[in-house]
Structure formats: C-alpha cells, structure tokens
C-alpha cells in the first residue's frame, strides 16, 4: 500500500492540473488559431492544397503498396495476360458513398477484388472511402482531382489534375494509389502519359472493355454488355455511384464464375 503524504497530494494536484492546463491548450487551437510552419497541431486536420481538410492516415494503418513497373507491359496498359483466368473490374470512384460501400460489399460476399480510381474531390468529401477500400483487399489508385478533361488541359494544370490527387492519396493511406487513369478519356495523351510517369506511375491504366453503366442502361444491360465484350486478362471499366451497377454485380460475378473467370485486382492481374 502507497502512504499518501502531504507532499506527495501536493504533487498529485499539480500534475492534475497540468493534464487539465493541456487538455483546454490544445482544445483552444480551433480554426482562428496560427500554427507555426511545419508544426500543425494535435488535433487538427491536415488540410489539402486548397485548404480542404482531409482526414489523416488512420494510426497503426499499413502503408498503401506503391505503384510498380511491369516489365512486358506497354506505357498504357488495356488488359492482362489472356492465359489467366481472370478478370480485373476497375471503377471510377465518385459519386454516393452509399452505392460505393454496397458494391464493395457484395463484390467481397463473392469473394471478389475490385480497382477503385478514386476523384481527389470525392476523397475530399469523404475521406474514410480510401482505407474502406484497402481493408476490403482492392486496388485504389488515381483519377484525376476534379474528373474534368485531363487530355485538353494546359500542362501545369493537368500536372496539377495528377499531382493533387495523388497528394490527397498519400495522406490518406500513406501511397500515391497503385494506379493512375486519366479522366474524361479512355487513355492519355502523351503529355498525360509523361506527366503521370514523372509524379510517380509507370504505366497508365486504361481498359478493353467498357460497360457503359454511366448511360444508365439498366442492371441487366450492364450485364449483358460486359459478358459480350470480357475475355480472360480483360480490364473492365465501371463506376460508383450508379445503382444499375450495384445491382448488376451479383449476376455479373455469377456469370463470370460460370465461365471460370474470376474478378482479381489489377495488381494481381499482371503479377
């Protein structure tokens, strides 16, 4: 048993009102507060370029893989090796947060892994997506900042359409996503291709098959257009936010697996 001296309350006092002295400084570095350069505080979000707070790297979080070289695979790749088996489902990421969560769910009840091209804005707007994504085993990579038409744009500003969401990506999970694809084109311009080269992607993803989902064709359209189009090794090209897609993915999968495909990462498409 500790004997509680005078002296030794005294100490205990003070140290209580030191952890309460911290506790109301650190509550007190609200939004008007300055920070030093370099040193954000505590408790505050990291902010993006444009000032857009972004939730950090959760702790303890593995790292996201980096992107990588495949040696044999071109500058722009549009599909895998046509001797596997398998299949990679990519899908642009934006729109309800909602949708992208059911389709993750039930593509992972089938036991399949999906690529995820995410928006750097709709990473701003919901910045829990990311690790959701890596913690279901699927590839996520970069589409662009604001999904606008990457291929038309000024140099600098297409450099930045790469550089920004790869910046968001890499405080989100610790990579600049395993892979980039431009926006608004099935495939980059040379520019596009050499300014993604230099922020950090090897290759371009592009694909060979396009679902089409973004017209709204219908859950059983969708279907029917990948099944028409998709072989062994083939890169298939969808997207978030569509409720035909989400309630396309079960019959798709089925079928997929009827024909011995099975829906993989692109990572381990090209592995």
Known sequence: MVRVTTTNRREV????????????LAAGCGADQTARPGTPGPTSPSASPSGTPSAPRQAGAHAAPA???????????????????????????QGDPKLAHSLLTEAEKAGARLTVLAVGTWLDEHPDI????????????????????????????????????????????GSIGTWFRPSRAP??????????????????LSYDVDSLDYTRPGAAAVTRKVLADVRAGSVVSMHFGYPDTVAALPDLLHELGRRGLRAVTTTELLS
Do not use: M, W
């Open 13 to 24: 006092l003070r140290a209580g009102a030191g952890l309460v002295a911290g506790g109301a």
């Open 67 to 93: 992107p990588r070289a495949y040696p044999g695979q071109p500058a722009q790749i549009t599909h895998g090796p046509r001797t596997r088996p398998q299949v990679a489902l990519t899908f642009h990421g």
């Open 130 to 173: 990311a690790r959701r994504i890596l913690d279901g085993g699927h590839d996520l990579g970069n589409h662009t900042q604001r999904h606008i038409a990457v291929n038309t744009l000024p140099e600098a500003d297409a450099r930045r359409e790469i550089t920004d969401c790869a910046d968001r990506l890499k405080r989100l999970t």
């Open 187 to 204: 495939t980059a311009s040379p520019l596009v291709a050499r300014l993604a080269r230099a922020a950090g992607y090897p290759h371009v």
